[in-house]
């Protein structure tokens, strides 16, 4: 998972100008950038893998969701709690 | 490079919550889940979305319907899901409150998904049929759980 310890903040001028150096770091030494504008977070630039790892652990959680529904009798309708907690009902 | 790959969602809490408990439609909020994490997509969520879960497990809890170990459970996991949190701003308020004008609703709550929908042009998609049939006149990227969603 990407988190804020491992990953480099740069703006997007020096983005811009180190353009393939930062696509190189992040292939190859498997390092990860923010890209900021005028001080707002606009992209990632992070390894591929980080990507495919995160879909596996991603759908490794969907799993451990299942197992928990199964273990559960069936409920109240959310969307009609949901109704209810937005004062519509 | 197909530029569809990287289309972004919105999900209701409605649909949220039938993933983390055992309901009608449960089944299908799941599947939804797998086959946006297996395309890749973002799913974009207002930070308000972490309010109505943690209000909707404990109501749950109160009324009996799952134990309180279940529900911390279904919180622990909600919170690894990998979304990707936007805090309202006041644009993005201001927005709902006009929306929510314009569908004749009385609360902003739906319409603050629906706004982050159409200003990160995602899709919207709620279990919420009655709230969906208004969703649709406004915002045409607009879907329940039960419909094919092509990006």
Same mark, same amino acid.
């Given at each position: 998972?990407? %988190?804020?310890? /491992? @990953? &480099? ?44 790892? &995160? ?17 559960? %009798?069936? %409920? ?11 004062? $519509?009902? | ?5 990287? *289309? ?15 309901? +009608? *439609?449960? *089944? ?6 797998? /086959? ?10 207002? !930070? ?18 799952? !134990?309180?170990?279940? *529900? ?8 690894? =899901?990998?979304?990707? $949190? ?6 993005? =308020? ?13 609360? @902003? ?8 929908? +159409? %200003? ?18 406004? $915002?045409? +990227?607009?879907?329940? =759980?039960?419909?094919? @969603?092509?990006?």
């Amino acid at each position: 998972m990407i %988190t804020m310890s /491992n @990953i &480099q903040v740069i703006n997007a001028t020096k983005a811009r100008n180190d353009f393939f150096n930062l696509l190189e770091k992040s292939f190859l030494k498997k390092r990860s950038f923010l890209i900021k504008k005028s001080n707002i977070p606009m992209a990632y630039i992070v390894p591929i893998n980080v990507v495919e790892d &995160q879909k596996e652990s991603q759908l490794a959680l969907l799993e451990r969701v299942r197992k928990l529904r199964e273990s559960m %009798t069936p %409920t109240t309708n959310s969307t009609s709690l949901l109704r209810k907690m937005r004062r $519509y009902e | 490079m197909n530029k569809n790959r990287f *289309g972004s969602v919105v999900l209701d809490a409605s649909v949220v919550a039938k993933l983390l408990t055992k309901e +009608q *439609g449960s *089944g299908k909020a799941a599947i939804l889940l797998k /086959n946006l994490i297996k395309q890749k997509r973002v799913i974009v969520e207002p !930070h308000f979305l972490k309010i109505e879960i943690y209000s909707l497990i404990r109501k749950k809890i109160s009324l009996k319907d799952i !134990h309180l170990k279940q *529900g911390q459970q279904a919180l622990s996991l909600f919170n690894q =899901l990998a979304f990707d $949190y936007f805090v309202e701003s006041n644009d993005l =308020l201001n927005i709902s409150f006009s929306l929510a004008k314009k569908m004749s609703q009385t609360v @902003i709550y739906d319409c603050l998904y629906l706004s982050l929908a +159409q %200003t990160k042009k995602a899709k919207f998609i709620t279990a919420d049929l009655r709230f969906l049939k208004q969703a649709r006149k406004i $915002y045409s +990227q607009s879907f329940s =759980l039960a419909d094919k @969603i092509k990006f």
